[in-house]
C-alpha cells in the first residue's frame, strides 16, 4: 500500500531518494531549510549533475506525487515514514563527521511528531548515533514510544544514484532489537517493490548498520589504495599497473573491481568516512584497529603529488610559466561534484606553483570555478588544451576517452600527456604523436 513519506535533505542522497520514494509509488514530500534549492526543485529542476534524475523528477512533481516543502510542520503532520538524509561532512579542521544537519533535523522533526511515525536515517553517521538519536526521539516526541528510529544506510553511488536506489544490491535496516516495534515491518512496506525481486535484505542491531556503511567504503577505499600503491612499485620497475590489475582481478576472490590505478579517490564520501571512522575508532579506544586507514589515505594522497611532480619534471623542472591544461575537476566521470577531487585538486597545484591552468570539465566547471575562482575555465576540450605545454587528464570523462588524439596534437604547443586516469587509448595516442605517461605503467 502507498504510504507517505519524507525525506529531510534534498541534496545528491535526499533528492535521489524522493524521487526513487515516488517512483515506488509513495507519495513524498521532499523537505530542506534551502529555499531557493526547493523552490528549484518544485519547478521539477534538479539543481546538480544526475544523470536520469531530472526525467524522474520531473514526472512526480507533474503527477503531484512528489512535492518539496521547508516546513517541517506539513511533513510531520502527514508523513508516516520520515527518511533523513541530510549531509555529515568533515568537521573543519578535525577528522571526526559534522554531525550538526543530523541533529537538527531530530531537534526539529521530533517535538512536532504527535502521531506514530517512524524515521530511517539514511546519512553516514559514527556508530552510536542512531540509538543516541532513537533516545532523544522518544524524550522529545509527544507520542512517545510511538515514534521510532531505525537506520537504513545508503549505499547509492554519484552518477548511478537513480539505478541503485530503484535497484539496489541489498536493503539493509538497523533496529533498536530491544524494541524492534514497527520499525521492520514500514521499512518492508516503503521497499516492497523492491523486496519482490529477492533483493537480499539485511535487518541487524543499530551498531551493525552503521558500521556496515562506513567499512563498505572503508574497504572500497583501500582496494583503491592497494592498487595505487602496487602502482607506485610499477613506476620504480617498469611493471605495468593495469595489467597487474587485470591479471589479479581474474582471481574472484579479489574481482578486477575498484582497482583502477590512477589519482585515486575523492567525492563528498570515501575521503571523509575513512577519517570520520578513524575519529570514532579513537574515541571508542580501538584507534590501532583503524590504523592502515592512515595510510590508504596517505597512499591516496601521494597519486596528487605523484602527477605534480611528474608535470614539473615533464615540463623541465619548473612550473613557472608551463602551459598545462587539466581535463576535468569533477572527481569522477558523471557528476558534477567537486567535493574533495583529486583532478581539481591537481589543477590547483599546479597554478600555485606557477603554472598557467586552462581547466575544462563537461559538467563541474561552475562549482569548480566557485572553489577556484583564479583558475581559467573554458567550455571544450579544445580551447583549454590550445597552445599548452601538457594535458593531464584528471577525470575519466567519456568526451576525453574518446577525443580525437591527431586532431588534439594540432592545438597544443607540445604533444605530452599525463594520464591520471589510465583512461586513455595509449596506443592511438602514442601513434598520433604523444608523449604518453600513465600511472604506474609506461615509466
Ligand atoms: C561511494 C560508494 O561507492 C557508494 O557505495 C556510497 O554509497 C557513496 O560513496 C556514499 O557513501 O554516499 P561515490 O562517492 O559516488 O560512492 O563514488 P565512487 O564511485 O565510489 O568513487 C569514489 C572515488 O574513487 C572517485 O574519485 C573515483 O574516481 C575513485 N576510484 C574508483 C578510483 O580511483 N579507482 C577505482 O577503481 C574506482
Redesign the pocket.
Known amino acids: 500500500m502507498p504510504l507517505t513519506i519524507s525525506v529531510f535533505g534534498t541534496g545528491y542522497?535526499g533528492a535521489t531518494h524522493a524521487a526513487g520514494m515516488a517512483e515506488l509509488g509513495h507519495r513524498v514530500i521532499g523537505v530542506d531549510v534551502d529555499e531557493a534549492k526547493i523552490a528549484r526543485l518544485s519547478r521539477g529542476e534538479v539543481p546538480f549533475y544526475e544523470p536520469g534524475l531530472p526525467e524522474l523528477l520531473r514526472k512526480h512533481v507533474e503527477s503531484g506525487r512528489l512535492t518539496f516543502t521547508t516546513d517541517a510542520t506539513l511533513a510531520a503532520a502527514e508523513a508516516d515514514v520520515h527518511f533523513i538524509g541530510v549531509g555529515t561532512p568533515q568537521r573543519k579542521g578535525e577528522y571526526a563527521a559534522d554531525m550538526t544537519y543530523v541533529d537538527a533535523v531530530i531537534e526539529t522533526l521530533a517535538p512536532l511528531l504527535t502521531r506514530p511515525a517512524v524515521i530511517l536515517g539514511k546519512s553516514?553517521v559514527p556508530v552510536g548515533t542512531a540509538a543516541r538519536l532513537a533516545q532523544r526521539v522518544r524524550e522529545l516526541a509527544p507520542v512517545g514510544d510511538a515514534a521510532e528510529l531505525g537506520w537504513n544506510p545508503?549505499?547509492?553511488?554519484?552518477?548511478f544514484a537513480v539505478e541503485d536506489t530503484l535497484r539496489p544490491d541489498r536493503l539493509v535496516l538497523g533496529v533498536d532489537k530491544d524494541r524492534p516495534g514497527r520499525i521492520e515491518e514500514v521499512a518492508r512496506e516503503v521497499y516492497a517493490e523492491i523486496l519482490e525481486r529477492d533483493t537480499p535484505f539485511l535487518v541487524t542491531d543499530l551498531a551493525t548498520a552503521e558500521l556496515v556503511k562506513v567499512s563498505?567504503?572503508a574497504f572500497?577505499a583501500t582496494k583503491?589504495s592497494f592498487i595505487n600503491a602496487i602502482a607506485e612499485v610499477c613506476e620504480v620497475t617498469g611493471a605495468d599497473v593495469t595489467e597487474l590489475a587485470d591479471a589479479i582481478g581474474y582471481d574472484d576472490r579479489i574481482g578486477r573491481k575498484?582497482?583502477?590505478a590512477?589519482?585515486?579517490?575523492?567525492?563528498?564520501?570515501?575521503p571523509k568516512?575513512i577519517r570520520a571512522f578513524m575519529a570514532r575508532a579513537g574515541e571508542l579506544g580501538v584507534d590501532q584497529a583503524l590504523t592502515f586507514l592512515r595510510e590508504v589515505d596517505a597512499v591516496n594522497l601521494r597519486r596528487r603529488q605523484h602527477v605534480v611532480d611528474l608535470a614539473t619534471r615533464l615540463v623541465g623542472g619548473s612550473l613557472d610559466g608551463a602551459r598545462v591544461a587539466v581535463l576535468g575537476a569533477a572527481?569522477?566521470p558523471n557528476s558534477d561534484d567537486v567535493r574533495d577531487s583529486?583532478a581539481l585538486d591537481v589543477a590547483g597545484a599546479l597554478h600555485l606553483r606557477g603554472a598557467k591552468v586552462k581547466v575544462h570539465d563537461p559538467e563541474a566547471n561552475a562549482n569548480a570555478a566557485a572553489v577556484w575562482p583564479t583558475l581559467e575555465f573554458h567550455d571544450s576540450v579544445a580551447a583549454a588544451c590550445a597552445d599548452a605545454d601538457l594535458v593531464v587528464i584528471g577525470t575519466e570523462w567519456r568526451q576525453f576517452r574518446e577525443a580525437d588524439p591527431a586532431a588534439l596534437a594540432g592545438e597544443v604547443a607540445h604533444a605530452r600527456v599525463i594520464d591520471g586516469r589510465n583512461c586513455l587509448p595509449v596506443e592511438d595516442w602514442q601513434a598520433a604523436g604523444w608523449d604518453y605517461h600513465g600511472m604506474g605503467r609506461f615509466a
Open positions: 542522497l553516514t545508503e549505499f547509492l553511488r554519484e552518477g563498505a567504503n572500497l583503491i575498484f582497482l583502477g590512477g589519482l585515486g579517490f575523492g567525492g563528498g564520501c570515501l568516512d572527481f569522477k583529486p
